[in-house]
């Protein structure tokens, strides 16, 4: 499924070199500037928009054409294609500061409209819905897990063993539904925060790899490590999400290596807890006669 998601993404992106995109996939900000007193700076931005997409598509035309390798026609179409690209961009640059400018309400980040705008604008109209159903089924699956398994987490191991003992089930069941809301409330509020930080799929990585590496670093030890005990593993859990969240905080590290710093941690903390510790028998001085 992640090869074929990405391959998708790839696909997405070939398209729109030889088919022409419009100069924002979130058509809402600009159908805000057409209506409003920016609608002919906005014109003015579209045509060169047009103007630098059919140099690109040119110039990307030249290079399919071109032998691959190292050949001299080879590198100077790639450049070509690269300058031409470059002059695109700044294009699109221009529309995403006018909408900064002059339509404060709007995200001029459009990175997650572009799959949809690809799905409303050139499939059939049987096939938009169907794809349309399966984003939202998936969706709706995924959260419905999600609340559930954090709820049921909640409540068993938190509420049942050090809050509320002994209870009547629909006591429970009552503090399962309360844990619910207040888990849906979380999950919106990071959602909301998330929307901030980038495109849908390398935000979902960001905030994975907060925890990931410490996850696999407790699965790696309860599979390959029989003997650690459940403390260690506990000790080294604490102090892997607390390395990855000060390298988060603090550094520049790309958020891949969050992964390998939080496994790494949580291991040689286990491992260093669970190492015998070994006394020296202190020398026996003579008694004294």
């Known amino acids: 499924m992640q090869f074929f ?4 993404g790839a696909m997405v992106f070939v398209f729109y070199q030889f088919v022409a995109p419009p100069v ?9 500037l057409r209506n409003g007193s920016h609608a002919k700076e906005l014109a003015g931005i579209e045509a060169r928009h047009r103007g630098a997409f059919e140099a690109r598509r040119a110039a990307a035309d030249a290079f399919v054409g071109t032998e691959k390798g190292t050949g001299a026609a080879s590198v100077a179409a790639g450049e070509a294609l690269r300058a031409a690209d470059a002059s695109y961009a700044a294009v699109r640059a221009e529309a995403v500061a006018l909408v900064k400018a002059h339509d404060r309400p709007a995200d001029a980040n459009d990175t997650n409209y572009v799959f949809l705008s690809f799905v409303l604008a050139h499939l059939p109209t049987g096939l938009v819905g169907l794809i349309l159903a399966v984003v939202f089924a998936a969706s ?3 959260n419905s897990a999600a609340l559930n398994s954090l709820a049921s987490t909640t409540v068993v191991d938190v509420y049942v063993r050090h809050v509320k003992k002994d209870r009547a089930d629909a006591h429970y069941l009552a503090a399962s539904r309360v844990a619910t809301a207040l888990w849906g409330a979380f999950s919106i509020a990071v959602s909301m925060y998330a929307n901030r930080v980038g495109t849908l799929i390398e935000a979902v990585n960001i905030l994975g790899s907060l925890f990931y590496g410490t996850m696999l670093g407790i699965f790696l030890v309860a599979f390959y490590l029989p003997k650690v005990r459940g403390t260690p593993v506990f000790a080294g859990g604490i102090l892997g999400l607390a390395s990855v969240w000060a390298c988060f905080a603090f550094t520049n590290l790309s958020y891949l290596w969050f992964n390998v710093v939080g496994c790494v941690v949580v291991i040689a903390v286990a491992l260093a807890l669970s190492l015998p510790i070994s006394s020296t028998p202190r020398s026996s001085s003579p008694a004294p006669q």
């Open 5 to 8: 998601i990405l391959f998708v």
């Open 24 to 32: 924002l996939f979130n058509p809402a900000p600009l159908a805000r």
């Open 140 to 142: 709706m699956s995924s």
